[in-house]
Nanobody
Framework: QGKLVESGGGSVQAGGSLSLSCAASGYTYNLNYMAWFRQAPGKEREGVALIYTPLGIPTYADSVKGRTTISQDNAKNTLYLQMNNLKPEDTAMYYC?????????????????WGQGTQVTVSS
């Protein structure tokens, strides 16, 4: 049974940077799509970035485009999210997701496997 474990969250001031990691283990097949989502208190979970792992092709939400990079290390089965120029509105629990079953990657309901999340807090 597959498992995702996120790490790297923390507290930073606005303008700072954080790098999140997501280690995948136990999957017996290729994970063609992996994504990062986030959920702030009282808000719906939203897609941040997606990567098509066979080719390393990224897709980003408009809210983070230009400030965020999603990447992968296939040898380590690890997904990364580098976030720069962080803003207070980036404060949220960040989740790693995979097993994409639909066409709309921003819909959390289209992912069947989730990590437990890592908290990112950005202060002004």
């Amino acid at each position: 049974q597959g498992k995702l474990v996120e790490s790297g969250g923390g507290s930073v001031q606005a303008g700072g940077s954080l790098s999140l990691s997501c280690a995948a283990s136990g999957y017996t097949y290729n994970l063609n799509y992996m994504a990062w989502f986030r959920q702030a208190p009282g808000k719906e979970r939203e897609g941040v970035a997606l990567i098509y792992t066979p080719l390393g092709i990224p897709t980003y939400a408009d809210s983070v485009k230009g400030r965020t990079t999603i990447s992968q290390d296939n040898a380590k089965n690890t997904l990364y999210l580098q976030m720069n120029n962080l803003k207070p509105e980036d404060t949220a629990m960040y989740y790693c997701a995979t097993e994409f079953v639909g066409s709309d990657w921003t819909n959390p309901g289209k992912f069947r496997s989730w990590g437990q999340g890592t908290q990112v807090t950005v202060s002004s």
